[in-house]
Every structure is written in C-alpha cells, then in structure tokens.
C-alpha cells in the first residue's frame, strides 16, 4: 500500500512542476533527481497526497532537497536568549545560554557531550547528564523555529491537507496539518502551516499543544525569508526575530570540543 501511495505522489508531484520564489527568482522545472523523498518512519500510509505534494513544493522553492542536505553549518540566535551553532551533517550541537552563563557541546547522535557552567566544565555525572537532556530539547524547539518547513516529511510525522485559507497578512494559502507519532519532545503536539499558493513558501504556522485542542496556543507569520548559503531561511516570527542566522561553510572544529 505505501509503495502505491508514494508513485500516486510522485505522479502527482512530477505533473505540477512549476514553482517560483519570493526572492526575485523565476520559476523553473522540477529536477526528477531532486526529489524530496521522505524520512525513514514519515506516515506516508496516513498522510494526504495532496499535503505531500505541497510540502515537495515547499521544499523545492527553499532551495530543494540536495541543497538542504548538503547544507552542513547553521546559526542562529533564539530570541536573544541563546545561540546555536548547528553541525547537522556530524550530528552536534554548540549551546550558549547568555542568561546563565552556560556552554553545551552535544553529540546528537550519542546523546554525549560537556557543560560548562560560568568558564568552568561541570563534572558531577548527574549534572552533566541533566544540562545535556535540557541542551537535546532546547535543540529539538529552537531548531524547529528556524527550519520547520523542511521538516514536513520528517520521522513520524503525519501531514493533513485541511483547506484553503488566507493569512493574518492576507496571503492565499493552502492549509496543512502536521501531528506527530511517538517523536520529539512532545509528540501530542500539533501545528497548521500555511503554505503561500504563490510562491509555495510558508507564511504562518499556528501551535496547538494538543492535537484535539480547538484553539492554537500562538498564531505566528513567517517573514523576510534570505537566501543563505544554497538554501532560504526566514527569521521574521511577528514581533520577534530570531537573530545572528547564518550558513556557514566551515567552522574551527574547537567550536564542538572545547569551551
């Protein structure tokens, strides 16, 4: 069943190949070998055609999968509450928490790493395995802010085609859905994506903390998307911004090992 649902996908997803940005840029043809496949355990049984083909649009107008996937280095600033410097090729993550002085070096894939606590390494076991669980879910959030909408297809992720709708701003969009099985922090959660009908970007997202909840806790625009490295990233969530967002090509490896 799921192979016959991923050739009605792709058949559908090769017939709409048109796409253009909001960058200036003009619309081009869908390279066939630049196809978003999904991640290992994405619903794609559960999840709407429809849906999927908007999420590969999506995709496409971001800069497209290989660019995503080559894109190794990002930073970023979370509100001006932290930063982040990405290794998402290697797995790792660099923390700094500006407010407490505090430094995570974390291997994403180990789940191992070290904390340093105002310059000084922490070395109590249970400490140190307490500040690398905080440092995985500030992650896990502060990631998804900043590159949700290539995420769409991710591990356990169900994707629902819900309507047609304009944003706060006025933009015509196509509504998706996204729960979520058994991943993440908090996987009752569940978040609406508005996906511009003209430049196939998204434009506002909306976070339900329970997929049976009725009403949003937020409803958020995404503004000023840039083209960084080979791919787009916005920054712009309303009144705020996440500041600092970079796409680095290379980046001292004493930055993931040491203080």
Known sequence: MKNVIFLLVLGLTLSQCKFSGDTGGSSSSFDEEDLNAPAEGFDLESSDPLAIVIA???MHAMGGRRAWDQTRYLSWNFFGSRKLLW?????RVRIENSRDDQVVLLDLKEMTGRVFRSGTEEVNTDSVSYYLEQGWRTWINDSYWLVMPYKLKDTGVTLTYLKEDTTQMGEWSDVLKLTFDNVGVSPENAYWVWVSKETNLV???AYYAHFTDLEPRFLSPWGNYQQLGNILLSN????RELTEVEVLESVPEERFASF
Do not use: C, P, S
């Open 203 to 205: 434009k506002q997202w």
């Open 56 to 58: 590969d649009r999506v």
């Open 236 to 239: 712009e969530r309303g009144t």
């Open 87 to 91: 290794d998402k090729t290697a797995g």
